[in-house]
C-alpha cells in the first residue's frame, strides 16, 4: 500500500517561509506525476504545484514565482518550498501522487494517492 507522510506545516508571519515534505517509497517516487494541493475551510481542494518522472513542474498561478517543488532522489521525498507567504495561503496542504499520469493534471481527481494533510497558516 502506498504511503505518503507529510511534514513540515506550521504557523508563520506572512512573508515569511516554510518547507513541507512528503516521503514515500522508492517505487512510488519513481511512477507518474507528484504534486501538492491545499484547501481551505468551505473550500474545494486545489492545484498547487505538480512534478513528474523526469522533473518538469507545473504550478498554480496564484503560486507561481514565491513557491518551488521538487524531488530528492536519495531521500525520496517531495518538497513543497513556500517563500513571500501571503495568508490567503493558509490551507492544508496535500501531497497526492497520480501513479499512472503521463500528464501534469490539476485536477484531483486525477491523483489516485494522498496523504494525510498538513496546516499552513500564514498571520497578517
Known amino acids: 500500500q502506498v504511503q505518503l507522510e507529510e511534514s513540515g506545516g506550521g504557523l508563520v508571519q506572512a512573508g515569511g517561509s516554510l518547507r513541507l515534505s512528503c516521503a514515500t517509497s522508492?517505487?512510488?517516487?519513481?511512477?507518474?506525476?507528484m504534486g501538492w494541493f491545499r484547501q481551505a475551510p468551505g473550500m474545494e481542494r486545489q492545484f498547487v504545484a505538480a512534478?513528474?518522472?523526469?522533473?518538469?513542474?507545473r504550478y498554480a498561478d496564484a503560486v507561481k514565482g514565491r513557491f518551488t517543488i521538487s524531488k530528492d532522489r536519495t531521500e525520496n521525498t517531495l518538497y513543497l518550498q513556500m517563500n513571500s507567504l501571503m495568508p490567503e495561503d493558509t490551507a492544508v496542504y496535500y501531497c497526492?501522487?497520480?501513479?499512472?499520469?503521463?500528464?501534469?493534471?490539476?485536477?484531483?481527481?486525477?491523483?489516485?494517492?494522498w496523504g494525510q494533510g498538513t496546516q499552513v497558516t500564514v498571520s497578517s
Open positions: 522508492k517505487r512510488t517516487f519513481r511512477r507518474g506525476v
Open positions: 497526492a501522487v497520480g501513479s499512472s499520469l503521463t500528464a501534469m493534471s490539476t485536477s484531483m481527481h486525477d491523483y489516485d494517492t
Open positions: 512534478v513528474n518522472w523526469i522533473e518538469i513542474t
